[in-house]
């Protein structure tokens, strides 16, 4: 059997077979999911401890706009004073207070609006209640000034501006977000990949050294079939750990979600609260029907292809700088002198990537650094659901193969001559002599 | 032809230190081959360029009268001063995958593993991790991986280092019995020792050169200066001593001896035999010791080092 392939299948079933590999791909979808359905849990829980709040509306005006829901009971208060409203509050537990002093001057009224409780009160529920005083105030205002409210909401007019290239391919506010996602999404993956087994082959080299072995290998096989053995072999096993994690993942989400009935999507934060109510409106079906549209307008050939040859050669320019750190060193500890100039143009790209792609997907820095190899990977991505053309594309490959060459000799060279070194922690100088050997 | 490795002036720097220069040895089919040296005399650096780790920069290695191929490392087997194995990977497994990286077939791999395991006595430790052993046990498993692929030119570094005496033995048995098969070797050490019992040819490399070399017995005789270490017994020393001293060279000798008699080391002129000397002796005292003084391995080794 050809020696490459050996290496590999050895590398590929060490790591595998390793336990805290097998550990770490089974726990962590678990801890993930547990962590999530606690979260989830605890909001819901939250979400539905239902409260009453007494409303002590002086002027009389505002209380009808305040309608019991599942979780809020309003109890509108009369003829009572603010001190007497206070106490009963108090001891009937409930949560709070609203108070409307009545004042003929609109604003004056605004101003004088109290909420009081015992704690503090949830920012959420402030914010609904402001939204809906807000609302009734100007309207109320309206009226002052003589406007006819029903003619002011008939002639509220929607706007989703329809865009379309020059082509007649049609795109809407929904396509950008989709495009921002996708691009983000293959960005960051490509990033963690990097990051996580890029580490995982420097420390089986660095392993490699440490047991001595590494004479006896290489008295077998060339170095640079050992290193792009090992390459291959610990991507494998990082694309089934992927694999099992999305497959896992998604399996233990919709137990998980059916066994507690928890509704993760209820999961919510108060500003996605906000939002929700600011878009209940007719809107959001439209908003539906644009999501559908907008994945479906994504160049998906495109996407995938790049996507495909963009990650790999990413992943392995990277993975081979990883490889020669592991070779140069003789333990984990010495590693660190050389690992920010690899994570440095991985930052810029994430940077580049979330910052300018997103304002100017085809403006100079964007273009520039999408041609970079050590950035292309991540910001490409970014840029090609925004329709990058296919020659640029080729560009940018053609670079990345280029450069990934150049590494992958660069790092043979360091490997050939460092994995014999030992007790040596080299200086960048020390790595440029040996580059002569 | 009868060298199965010939090195041809065999030069290799590094940056500005130069490792080897021009380095010539030939190592003949059949041979145990002793390569010598100090520390840092560039034995290591030799031993991986023809295993081809290291190429030279000028300079060429023939095996068996042709230039070396990467193909050939399967005909060469190698063990490292510098070694170890996968700790956390079994032994059976790894001993099967380093047998592939030479270029045997697995089924072919498995047989001769279990040849090795059993004439060692290691059958057992076929499923334990190489962690779970102790250094000296790695070491027979190191030991089996580099001569399964019955290479006919093994090369070992320092291979007694980490075994206790009972198994150096055994190892030292078994490169005997691989020789005797047909196989050469090549072995770098320092302990003399083991090059006077095991060795015979040897090149000595100092400071990047080799400074001697041949077949070990020509080399002795070379190193040998025809002095004889004779016990004498006779009732006056101080006349038997002028006597001598008026026909040869003599000095001061030490060595055990069970009489108390003159100890004194002979230095014959090269147109005189031992038996001249002996006849010589006899005449005059009674001979209770005579031997010739033949230069031991380490002898020439120091002097050799000390005179360049």
């Known amino acids: ?437 | 032809m009868n060298n199965l490795l010939v090195t041809n002036s065999v030069s290799k720097n590094f940056g500005d230190f130069k490792a080897l220069n021009n380095v010539s040895i030939e190592v003949p089919k059949g041979s145990i081959f002793g390569l010598l040296g100090p520390n840092g005399a560039g034995k290591t650096t030799l031993i991986r360029i023809i295993n081809q780790i290291t190429m030279p920069d000028s300079g060429n290695v023939l095996l068996d009268g042709k230039p070396l191929q990467p193909n050939d490392i399967k005909y060469i087997g190698y063990l490292p001063e510098e070694r170890g194995l996968y700790k956390s990977m079994k032994v059976g497994e790894q001993a099967l995958y380093l047998a592939q990286l030479k270029g045997m077939s697995k089924a072919e791999a498995k047989q001769r593993l279990k040849y090795w395991f059993e004439k060692l006595e290691i059958g057992d430790w076929w499923n334990k991790k190489i962690q779970e052993l102790s250094k000296g046990m790695a070491q027979k498993i190191q030991f089996v991986v580099t001569v399964l692929h019955q290479p006919k030119l093994l090369i070992f570094d320092e291979p007694f280092s980490g075994f206790d005496p009972i198994n150096a033995n055994l190892i030292k048995d078994e490169i005997l019995q691989l020789r005797n098969e047909g196989a050469t070797v090549i072995f770098s050490t320092h302990r003399m020792e083991s090059v006077e019992e095991l060795c015979d040819h040897i090149a000595l490399i100092h400071k990047s050169n080799k400074i001697l070399d041949g077949n070990l017995q020509d080399i002795k005789r070379n190193f040998k200066t025809n002095t004889f270490e004779v016990g004498l017994v006779t009732e006056n020393e101080n006349r038997l001593k002028e006597i001598i001293q008026q026909k040869f060279d003599i000095s001061k000798a030490d060595f055990k001896s069970l009489n108390d008699d003159l100890k004194l080391n002979i230095k014959l002129k090269s147109n005189e035999t031992s038996n001249d000397l002996l006849t010589f002796l006899t005449q005059n005292a009674e001979v209770n010791h005579f031997n010739e003084l033949i230069p031991s391995a380490s002898d020439i080794f120091i002097q050799t080092v000390k005179n360049n």
Do not use: C
């Open chain 1, 1 to 437: 059997m050809n020696h490459l392939s050996l290496i590999i299948k050895r590398e590929y079933l060490t790591k595998v077979k390793n336990k805290s590999f097998i550990v770490m791909t089974i726990l962590s979808p678990i801890i993930m999911i547990a962590l999530f359905a606690v979260v989830a849990y605890l909001s819901q829980l939250n979400n539905n401890k239902e409260r009453t709040i007494s409303i002590l509306d002086e002027s009389g005006q505002i209380s009808p706009i305040f309608k019991n829901t599942d979780n809020t009971t309003y109890n509108i208060l009369s003829n009572i004073s603010l001190d007497e409203a206070k106490a009963q509050v108090e001891k009937n537990q409930e949560y709070g207070l609203l108070h409307i002093a009545n004042n003929t001057d609109l604003d004056e009224m605004a101003k004088s609006i109290r909420f009081y409780s015992e704690d503090t009160p949830s920012l959420t529920l402030i914010s609904s209640l402001e939204s809906k005083l807000e609302k009734k105030l100007t309207d109320l205002k309206l009226q002052q000034d003589g406007v006819d409210i029903e003619k002011i909401t008939a002639s509220r007019t929607s706007i989703d501006i329809a865009q379309e290239s020059y082509q007649g391919e049609k795109t809407s506010k929904m396509d950008n977000i989709v495009k921002l996602a996708f691009g983000g999404f293959a960005g960051y993956l490509l990033f963690m990949f990097i990051i996580i087994y890029g580490n995982m082959i420097m420390r089986s080299v660095i392993e490699e050294k440490t047991s001595r072995i590494i004479e006896v290998i290489i008295s077998s096989v060339k170095p640079i079939q050992l290193m792009m053995g090992k390459i291959i072999g610990t991507s494998l096993a990082g694309i089934t750990q992927f694999v099992i994690w999305i497959i896992l993942g998604t399996i233990l989400l919709t137990v998980v979600s059916l066994i507690f009935g928890i509704d993760l999507a209820a999961m919510q934060t108060p500003q996605q609260e906000m939002m929700q109510q600011a878009m209940q409106a007719p809107e959001v079906q439209n908003q539906m029907q644009n999501l559908m549209t907008a994945i479906y307008n994504l160049p998906i050939t495109n996407l995938v292809v790049a996507f495909i040859l963009f990650f790999i050669g990413g992943y392995l320019l990277y993975s081979s700088l990883y490889a020669a750190i592991g070779a140069a060193v003789d333990n984990e500890t010495d590693t660190q002198q050389f690992m920010l100039p690899i994570l440095m143009p991985l930052i810029l790209a994430v940077y580049v990537g979330v910052f300018t792609v997103i304002e100017d997907p085809h403006g100079t820095v964007s273009t520039v650094f999408s041609f970079i190899p050590f950035t292309s990977p991540v910001v490409m991505l970014m840029r090609i659901p925004f329709g990058v053309p296919i020659w640029q594309q080729l560009i940018a490959l053609v670079l990345l193969i280029g450069t990934f060459m150049f590494t992958v000799w660069f790092a043979a060279k360091i490997y050939r001559v460092g994995i014999l070194m030992y007790g040596k922690k080299p200086s960048y100088k020390e790595l440029y002599k040996w580059l002569r050997y």
